[in-house]
């Protein structure tokens, strides 16, 4: 099955701009969508698609793609943006299965 | 409201079965891809198994030919029976909505807790 790399950890100031990133084979094939997961909840869908942001999330979120490198962007980083994010698309080598990055830790400073 | 809410976990010893239960509300669960996402603690998230609107599964090779995920259209409700439970199941286990175009898991439940351990 294919896999999907993301940055262990990043950080970024208050207010700041921060890109976190996905790269995989499979995003050369598919669009990654990006999760916000916070300690001891679920994790909530933040873009989707090209850039599709479900209802209710801030558009200071974003998402963009080239090649096989997917970028979920937060611009005017806040203090609860901090929390883990984590990305995944289809399997290039089996579209009926799914592959999640292994996750990024951001810290707002 | 649309919301799902998982039931069934527990402790089981290794070589157990263990079934889950996604009750699903505000929305119809044969007109939707259902998935089941993992997370073992203090682990990243994992994908576990799909059920198609049609009723077509698939599974991630990890659990293959020990899990099943099924449906009663008629309780709205998704299962994922679990046989032959290994120390590695061991989890937080996700039911999530799933966007059939983009794969997206866009309504997730709160989770329950497996444990296999003797």
């Known amino acids: 099955s294919s896999e999907l790399t993301q940055d262990p950890a990043v950080s970024v100031a208050l207010g700041q701009t921060v890109r976190i990133t996905c790269q995989g084979d499979?995003?050369?094939?598919?669009?990654a969508s990006w999760y916000q997961q916070k300690p001891r909840q679920a994790p909530v869908l933040v873009i989707y698609?090209?850039?599709n942001r479900p209802s209710g999330i801030p558009d200071r979120f974003s998402g963009s793609s080239s090649g096989n490198t997917a970028s979920l962007t937060i611009t005017g980083a806040q203090a609860e943006d901090e929390a883990d994010y984590y990305c995944?698309?289809?399997?290039?080598?089996?579209?009926?299965?799914?592959?999640f990055g292994g996750g990024t830790k951001l810290t707002v400073l | 409201e649309v919301q799902l809410v998982e039931s069934g976990g527990g402790l089981v010893q290794p070589g157990g079965s263990l079934r889950l239960s996604c009750a699903t509300s505000g929305f119809i669960v044969s007109s939707k891809y259902m998935s089941w996402v993992r997370q073992a603690p203090g682990k990243g998230l994992e994908w576990v198994s799909v059920?198609?609107?049609?009723?077509?599964?698939y599974y991630a090779d990890s659990v293959k030919g020990r899990f099943t995920i099924s449906r009663d259209n008629s309780k709205n409700t998704l299962y994922l029976q679990m046989n032959s439970l290994r120390g590695e199941d061991t989890a937080v286990y996700y039911c999530a909505r799933t966007n059939e175009l983009w794969f997206a898991f866009d309504i997730w439940g709160q989770g329950t807790m497996v444990t296999v351990s003797s």
């Open positions: 059920i198609y609107s049609g009723g077509t599964t």
């Open positions: 995944n698309s289809r399997d290039s080598s089996d579209n009926h299965q799914v592959v």
């Open positions: 698609g090209k850039n």
């Open positions: 499979s995003l050369r094939s598919y669009y």
